[in-house]
């Protein structure tokens, strides 16, 4: 009986491990995706960043000049767009040495103003003519204020002749043209070697008695 009874848990072991090989094994269970590890994939790049705008750079203060209408008007600081009397300044540049002492001025006024003297030819260059001021006209042109400019208190131009007016104009050296004539601007330009003044005209008429 006590045989018997081994041979039958012998018998249970060998079919509990016949099951256990015929059962099949789960090749179609779907693997974790978070588990998958692929040789091309890359990391992603991060996205370029926007590029920085560049600093303004700060604004240029504006020059300022000392100006007076005529020789022993009033003097007056002055920056493009100012005015003095019947003129206003449009252009003023400032050039500096390398210690920072003014070596040139250019001003430029613009303006409808009307003055008496008269015409010449002009010594250096062959075709131009020079207009001089009367004295008593001198006070209502522009002068830059500073001393170290000798040449500062000019009274003679350059003209700038419209062609129409050029063309009826001739005077030989040594000659002059007494006359009045109207201008819409005077250009005062000034340095240590040179420099030379201008008058830009629109009209020119016989003299006043």
Same mark, same amino acid.
């Given at each position: 009986m006590k045989k018997?009874?081994?041979?039958? #848990?012998?018998?249970l072991f060998v079919l509990s491990l016949a099951s256990c090989d015929d059962e099949p094994i789960p090749h179609d269970q779907p693997l974790d995706p978070s588990l998958i590890v692929s040789d091309s994939s890359e990391p992603e790049e991060p996205l370029p960043s926007e590029p920085e705008e560049p600093a303004s750079e700060p604004e240029k203060e504006a020059e300022i000049m000392?100006?007076?209408?005529?020789?022993d008007g009033d003097t007056v600081s002055l920056a493009a767009g100012d005015t003095l009397g019947d003129w206003r300044l449009e252009k003023?540049?400032?050039?500096?040495?390398?210690?920072g002492e003014i070596s040139i001025i250019d001003?430029?006024?613009s303006g409808n103003v009307v003055l008496n003297g008269y015409i010449e030819r002009n010594n250096m260059l062959e075709y131009a003519y020079d207009f001089v001021v009367s004295e008593e006209d001198r006070a209502k042109l522009p002068f830059i204020v500073l001393e170290e400019f000798g040449n500062a208190k000019r009274c003679?131009?350059?003209l700038s002749i419209p062609d129409?007016?050029?063309?009826? #104009?001739? #005077?030989?050296?040594?000659?002059?043209?007494d006359c009045k004539i109207t201008v819409s601007g005077c250009s005062r330009s000034f340095s240590y070697t040179e420099g030379a003044d201008g008058l830009d005209i629109v009209k020119i008429e016989p003299a006043e008695p």
């Open positions: 018997l009874f081994i041979f039958f #848990l012998a018998s000392t100006f007076a209408l005529g020789l003023l540049e400032i050039s500096r040495d390398p210690s001003a430029d006024f003679s131009f350059i129409d007016i050029g063309d009826s #104009l001739y #005077l030989d050296f040594g000659e002059k043209l």
